[in-house]
């Protein structure tokens, strides 16, 4: 590494050290761990929002997966992500804090019941698990390429930087850290966008030397025989699922929002962050693009975006940016751990355990952030044997997101869903997301789609059969757009 890359390196690590430092000070009880003191303003929710979304998935992962597809990648953020975004900020995240919740997971055991709030709970951790690792990977082969570092190495660096804020700031620290990252990353993808167009001579050439061995790659929609991204499964299975589920019921995205100074902050937050996505794919999508451009020798497409930062960008450029994928990456470990502790705490130990002590939360909390951060860095290594991480995650994901929005857009529009009709619901729609994946074998878009569809007629009738909660109980948990109570 060049002494002014390497330079530019130390100074963001010693500044996000000390800002978990900082943070630590104001930690006192779980409120301020876990929701920051509820006092994030608008603006720092919105850019830790896009920190923690564009983070494993959607900056590796998204670069890899669009060096091997194309611009379809884009998909994810302007039919996916945007309007379910616009969605969350204007219905889910005012029913939310009229809640008073901590998490979606408590949403749902007060909407149904504890044992949907302990099941979802577990599903989430789980899948969190799995997230952290894949991102201790990413993080991993990006230090691999950059400075040769071997896996090893990088896990276990990158595993201790994270955790000194992580551990001490809580959600605090991780915010502001996330609002730093973004900033840095949206400079320096604009800057690989003006070079590497210039290096291969104009948009005119970069175009023609793209299309020249990968005619679909500047197709917006793949075609309907496409193995992974049918055009009809990333319409139904992405847009009408997958994307809705993540925005209006992913806790590492949603925390922030539950950690506003006020309801205005929150849902603002999530608009603000909603404009800022417009302009994410391109610079998550270019840099793929730019390596085959420029023929990169890469063993694995995930590799794409560390290999234009190490050839592309000048000296000092290349450290920044460098940065800025540390920060992406770090940004998804940090959020996911911080959510995940959440989830434990809260939403499983507190219901399993009659007798828990609600002042040990903070002890509790810190303690397992510690051991989710050593798990995933044992998970780590093995993660490269799983395939393309974008699509591994999205495979997950596909596993439980329609169940889980079905509960979740049923609960909160309609008083007819039933504690009985919730847990049913969502054990048989994740039982029948597997079998379509592991024994049908189905597009990951095709079973969110699917397992969707069943759960909504499912959650509906079994509730008709079912005592439903009453109406004094619902007032807060449950409401119709145009309510006005």
Not at 30 to 56: C, H, P
Not at 214 to 235: Q, R
Not at 478 to 483: A, E, G, I, L, V
Request: hydrophobic fraction near 55%; include cysteine; charged fraction near 10%.
């Amino acid at each position: 590494m060049h002494p002014i890359d390497l330079a530019v390196v130390i100074v963001y690590v010693g500044l996000i050290t000390f800002v978990g430092i900082r943070f630590s000070q104001r930690v006192k009880t779980a409120k301020d761990f876990f929701l920051a003191s509820r006092s994030l303003a608008w603006w720092v929710i919105g850019l830790s929002i896009i920190g923690t979304n564009v983070d494993t998935n959607g900056y590796i992962g998204a670069s890899g997966n669009a060096y091997s597809i194309g611009i379809a990648q884009a998909n994810f953020e302007w039919i996916g992500a945007i309007p379910a975004m616009i969605i969350a900020a204007l219905i889910f995240i005012p029913l939310y804090w009229r809640a008073g919740v901590y998490s979606i997971a408590e949403y749902l055991g007060l909407r149904y019941s504890q044992a949907v709030r302990v099941m979802a709970a577990s599903i989430v951790v789980v899948m969190s698990m799995f997230a952290m690792g894949v991102a201790m990977w990413a993080l991993a082969i990006t230090l691999q390429t950059f400075i040769g570092w071997p896996i090893w190495l990088g896990i276990l660096v990158s595993g201790t930087v994270v955790g000194l804020y992580s551990v001490a700031g809580g959600l605090g620290a991780v915010a502001i850290t996330d609002s730093i990252q973004v900033c840095i990353m949206f400079v320096c993808g604009l800057v690989i966008i003006a070079i590497g167009v210039s290096d291969a001579g104009g948009a005119g050439s970069f175009v023609s030397k793209l299309t020249a061995e990968n005619p679909t790659h500047l197709s917006a929609y793949l075609p309907a025989d496409h193995e992974t991204y049918p055009w009809h499964g990333v319409i139904l299975g992405l847009g009408l699922v997958l994307s809705p589920a993540y925005w209006v019921g992913g806790q590492a995205i949603l925390q922030r929002t539950l950690g506003a100074r006020t309801q205005w902050d929150a849902s603002a937050g999530m608009m603000f962050a909603a404009l800022a996505k417009t302009f994410v794919p391109v610079l998550i999508v270019f840099p793929g693009l730019l390596a085959i451009v420029m023929m990169a020798n890469i063993e694995y497409p995930d590799m794409a975006l560390p290999w234009v930062i190490k050839n592309v960008l000048p000296v000092g450029l290349s450290g920044l940016m460098f940065v800025a994928i540390i920060a992406a990456l770090q940004s998804s470990i940090d959020s996911s751990i911080n959510s995940t502790a959440l989830m434990i705490t809260r939403d499983i130990r507190h219901v399993l355990m009659k007798n828990h002590n609600p002042e040990s939360d903070l002890k509790i909390g810190r303690l397992l952030t510690l051991g989710l951060l050593l798990s995933a860095m044992s998970i780590a290594p093995y993660v490269g044997n799983l395939g393309g991480i974008f699509n591994f995650l999205q495979l997950l994901l596909s596993l439980f997101q329609g169940p889980m929005l079905a509960l979740l857009l049923l609960g909160a529009l309609t008083k007819r869903a039933t504690a009985t009709g919730g847990i049913i619901t969502l054990v048989s729609g994740v039982t029948l997301a597997g079998i379509l994946t592991f024994v049908v074998k189905l597009n990951l878009l095709y079973v969110a789609f699917i397992s969707f569809c069943y759960a909504v007629p499912a959650l509906w009738i079994i509730s008709g059969f079912t005592q439903p909660h009453s109406d004094e109980h619902l007032k807060t948990l449950t409401y119709s757009p145009w309510d006005e109570r």
